[in-house]
């Protein structure tokens, strides 16, 4: 694959908003997660949650859109200033030579569900404010993307669980290099909502205590949300040496079981052999992988034996889920981010919160953040399904 230029991105999770609040977190150790019983369930676990989006409504002229999901979006777009610097490379472009390829998974379902408890109280009608284009629906959020910053290219939502936007950045290179875009707006948004916190707590998947990845007692995980962006385009001629290169993106589907990876991590070597090849590496050539690592028994396993099976223990490798929490469908493009941050600071993230390593997982795991040379970067993103992703990152010089 020709290589595309990162030109911008940014996210805003429950580290906080922009690069500096990620950067700060990532080298300093510290978690945005916090306490949270699931309601109705008497359950505890621990959230990553983006706090004043309750408070934050959308301007009146995109009221149709107005959901958390969109909320967050809209959050993301404003910080390290990534909004305008977007509409100026829009313009470079022309607004009809840009596309939106943007990943969630329940969009903004929180507003269904929210109308449906105030049905239940209201005699079984559900509420005209609910606009289910505008929220529920997954197109929702490219839609709202798209027209708050004029973008009039192809637009089109992944939803593949929580490789979801991984694979956006998969299927903005194929069309930038089909020739149908020059530029794309990728990255994802997944909100906090009662179907995931209920959900994985029904499948005994929620920790009672701040998710620990690869822990020898991991208990599950610890669901967060984020908005993750970048712009992807050709590089130009000459770019600085820390410009940071989408280099190659693999994808599989194992389709082993629905909620549970191959235990021998097949699709999770397949999609990282493909991202090799499709960027014409070797694994000697990866100096860091940021792990799915959800902190799941199963999950944490399936991962590890195939990245040991690939890589051996020379490449170092973490899972950052103990800073920002499993953001789900925003997971791959906020690792993707976190991984351009690790190469532009020469830094291996620790795992925050993970106190005794799995024994029975071979491989060159990270417990403490450090400094080191990186130039290439994996990020793995695995999803429901059987549903995977790994992307390839590098440093132009």
């Not at 990534?82 to 596309?99: K, L, S, T």
């Not at 209201?122 to 709202?144: I, K, Q, V």
């Not at 209920?198 to 998710?211: I, K, M, R, V």
């Not at 991202?275 to 792990?291: K, P, R, S, V």
Request: hydrophobic share 40%; glycine share 12%; with cysteine.
């Amino acid at each position: 694959m020709t290589p595309l230029h990162l030109a911008h991105h940014t996210v805003s999770c429950c580290a906080g908003d922009g690069l500096e609040a990620l950067r700060l977190a990532l080298r300093n150790g510290t978690s945005g997660l916090r306490p949270y019983r699931i309601e109705g369930l008497g359950t505890d676990t621990w959230i990553g949650e983006v706090h004043g989006l309750d408070d934050t409504p959308l301007p009146a002229p995109q009221a149709g859109f107005d959901c958390r999901n969109n909320r967050l979006a809209r959050r993301g777009l404003a910080a390290d200033g990534f909004e305008d610097a977007i509409r100026r490379r829009i313009a470079h472009h022309g607004p009809r030579r840009v596309g939106v390829v943007l990943g969630t998974s329940t969009s903004g379902i929180l507003s269904t569900e929210l109308a449906y408890r105030q049905r239940a109280s209201e005699g079984g009608l559900l509420p005209s404010s609910l606009n289910y284009r505008g929220s529920h629906s997954t197109y929702s959020l490219a839609d709202f993307v798209r027209t708050w910053l004029a973008i009039e290219g192809p637009a089109y939502v992944v939803s593949t669980a929580c490789s979801s936007s991984a694979k956006a950045y998969a299927a903005a290179a194929r069309l930038i290099h089909a020739g149908l875009i020059d530029a794309a707006l990728v990255g994802g948004v997944d909100s906090l909502c009662f179907t995931t916190l209920h959900g994985f707590a029904s499948l005994e998947l929620t920790s009672p205590e701040p998710c620990r990845p690869y822990d020898a007692s991991r208990s599950g995980i610890s669901i967060g949300e984020a908005a993750a962006f970048a712009f992807l385009e050709r590089p130009a001629d000459s770019l600085d040496a820390d410009a940071v290169l989408l280099l190659g993106c693999g994808e599989s589907s194992d389709a082993y079981h629905m909620s549970s990876p191959h235990p021998e991590g097949l699709g999770a070597r397949l999609a990282m052999e493909g991202a090799l090849a499709q960027a014409g590496l070797d694994t000697a050539d990866i100096d860091y992988i940021n792990l799915h690592g959800t902190a799941t028994p199963n999950n944490d396993s399936a991962e590890g034996h195939a990245v040991a099976s690939l890589f051996g223990t020379r490449v170092a490798a973490s899972s950052t889920k103990g800073v920002t929490g499993h953001t789900l469908g925003a997971a791959g493009a906020l690792e993707i981010s976190i991984s351009a941050v690790a190469l532009a600071e020469g830094l291996l993230p620790g795992s925050v919160h993970t106190r005794k390593l799995d024994p029975s997982i071979p491989i060159n795991y990270v417990l403490a953040s450090r400094g080191a040379p990186l130039n290439r970067a994996m990020s793995n993103s695995f999803g429901f399904g059987g549903s995977n992703c790994s992307v390839i990152i590098g440093r132009a010089g």
